[in-house]
């Protein structure tokens, strides 16, 4: 009898080990994790899945391993300076043979290139400003980038214009698109253009999938009155399905690859908050932000936005994807004036540079500095022919009259 219960109880543990083991290994539901949309109810009809059906399955993997400073700027017309016969100098006058040899001599590491989706549609405005990057554009320039043995930044615009705060106009030929449609072409989209820019030698190592996305991207056709903004519920709810299929296409093309969200929330930490906190289960490593000091305060601002996000975004690195400040004639139409406490000169602009730098070296969490169009110089080229933009931008790191480089650029290699 004895025998008979401790048999019976051998069973009995025998029964329940099983059970557990089938528990923890999970049924038809293993693996699954509810996407949490915030201030949004759960659908019972779920989103339609137009992803390719032929695609293996990937289970996409989060790089966990620490970021190594990147520092460097946003080279987006480089290439077309060149074709049209800008010159540049170093600080001592001297011609630089190339560029990107040149700015990797000055400590910098990585480039920022930005990407449209068909620039032809712009308007003739918006490609007096410089949207001609297209994907062959973008992978010319990406290989040399590579090639010189920098990383490589990515920035998705997922528009055929100008992307920010103010304007986020969906590609014309995808306008017609439903939002399950739209879904599928962002992935089919991405995925395409990084195995284009693997093939031809400029695989991207950050991703950036939108451009300044502080209110969403995508809203529809600049004419629209309905634009589809995240700003309730039900945008936020397209808004993530759009940020969740770009990101699955990076992980699935580019694994190694850190993925950024980018706003340029600074001025408004309260709305910067919100906003990542409603990302916080989307698929991605690194968040993004612009600073310009003449649009969203002195540094102080930029470090409160940094130590709020270091307390509420602990598992997020930071990187300043955008920044400048003017050397030479600012607009009137800035937000803020700090000519009289950084001039507006060369040594006004170094100034400003030197302190930022100083500053984002105190924060543990920032691991990226990008100077935003560092390679604006229309010097040596024929103005009436052969300009690149309608005007001239002056908070370079060359100058455009002189075409040499500026003291700011030396303080960048600081940032480490």
């Not at 543990?13 to 949490?36: I, Q």
Request: with cysteine; net charge negative.
């Amino acid at each position: 009898m004895k025998r008979n219960k401790i048999l019976a109880a051998i069973l009995l543990m025998m029964a329940m080990t099983v059970g557990f083991s089938l528990t923890a290994c999970g049924g038809d539901d293993a693996g699954e994790t509810p996407t949490k949309k915030p201030n949004t109810e759960q659908n019972d009809n779920q989103k339609e899945d137009n992803t390719d059906d032929n695609a293996q399955p990937t289970t996409p993997t989060t790089p966990t391993t620490p970021t190594a400073k990147q520092v460097g700027g946003d080279i987006s017309l480089l290439a077309k300076y060149e074709q049209n016969g800008a010159q540049f100098k170093d600080q001592n006058g001297v011609a630089i043979d190339d560029v990107l040899t040149f700015l990797k001599n000055q400590g910098l590491n990585s480039m920022r290139v930005r990407l449209f989706v068909n620039p032809a549609n712009a308007s003739e405005e918006h490609r007096g400003e410089g949207v001609i990057q297209d994907l062959d554009y973008v992978k010319a320039l990406g290989k040399r980038i590579k090639a010189a043995g920098m990383t490589f930044l990515l920035d998705f615009h997922y528009s055929d214009t100008w992307t920010d705060p103010v304007k986020q106009w969906t590609p014309k030929e995808w306008q017609g698109l439903s939002d399950a449609e739209l879904y599928a072409r962002i992935y089919t989209y991405t995925k395409d253009a990084l195995q284009q820019l693997k093939a031809a030698g400029a695989e991207p190592d950050f991703i950036q999938t939108g451009n300044e996305i502080s209110y969403g991207m995508m809203w529809g056709a600049e004419s629209s009155t309905a634009l589809q903004k995240a700003t309730d519920a039900a945008g936020w709810k397209r808004f993530i399905a759009l940020l969740e299929q770009a990101a699955k296409a990076c992980r699935e093309v580019c694994p190694n690859a850190k993925t950024i969200i980018h706003t340029e929330l600074v001025r408004n930490q309260g709305l910067m908050s919100d906003f990542y906190n409603n990302v916080k289960d989307v698929d991605y490593d690194i968040i993004g932000l612009s600073y310009y000091p003449y649009y969203h305060g002195l540094l102080p601002a930029l470090e409160t936005a940094l130590n709020t996000l270091q307390n509420e975004q602990p598992t997020k690195e930071v990187m300043i994807v955008e920044t400048g400040y003017y050397h030479k004639w600012q607009p009137d139409n800035v937000s803020y004036d700090y000519s009289s406490i950084y001039a507006i000169t060369d040594k006004g602009q170094q100034a400003f540079t030197k302190e930022l730098v100083s500053r984002l070296n105190k924060h543990t969490n920032v691991v990226g500095l990008y100077w935003w169009w560092l390679e604006a110089n229309e010097y040596g080229l024929d103005w009436g022919t052969q300009r690149v933009t309608k005007d001239w931008y002056n908070a370079s790191l060359f100058d455009n009259e002189t075409g040499r480089a500026l003291p700011a650029l030396g303080e960048l290699q600081n940032f480490k």
